[in-house]
């Protein structure tokens, strides 16, 4: 069995290749069609730039349904190559984008720098268990797919609650198992 550091760090490698080069991407669904299949409507993709949503990789469209109001401060946890990112700075006063890959990073700066909304967004290379963030400082925190593969998922929630208000709210798309992985799914991911 895998250890969880050595598995995070294993993420953080497969990650990072799809911000890097998102066509060569083999290990999971990704880009546009991914996003199309998650119903973000096809004009809001067309007005993004094309950097954020060609390495798009999450499992929901929560930037869509979360409540957010134009003076909220906007925490995006796993902020990828920033299309929830994207979507959330169009409606908040501030939005923090949060990625533990480096790569993501980068990649999402070019498409803020792209949408002209670099002046709205801060990008911060940080882990979900570690978020270098005031507490209470945050309106309403966004997550799209991070849990499913971050084996520190207690420590990331319980960062969370720390920097949400009182009042503040947690919008999340995650995938579930219904049943365990066979080990050779598991080992098709890290080989």
Known sequence: MTSPSKLHDQVRVAYSAVATSPADNRLFACGRQLAEDLLYPKELLDSLPASSVEAFCGVGNVSLYANIKSADVVLDVGCGAGLDT?????????????????????????????????????????????LPLAEASIDVAMVNGLFNLNPFREQAFQELARVLRPGGALYVSELILKEPLEAQAMSNWFT
Not at 99 to 110: E, G, K, N, Y
Not at 116 to 122: E, F, N, Q, R, S
Request: no cysteine; charged share 20%.
């Open 86 to 130: 994207l979507v959330a700075a169009r409606r908040a006063a501030r939005v923090i984008g949060v990625d533990f890959s480096p790569a993501m990073i980068v990649r999402a700066q070019s498409g803020l720098l792209q949408a002209g909304l670099a002046h709205k967004v801060t990008l911060l290379e940080a882990e979900a268990q570690s």
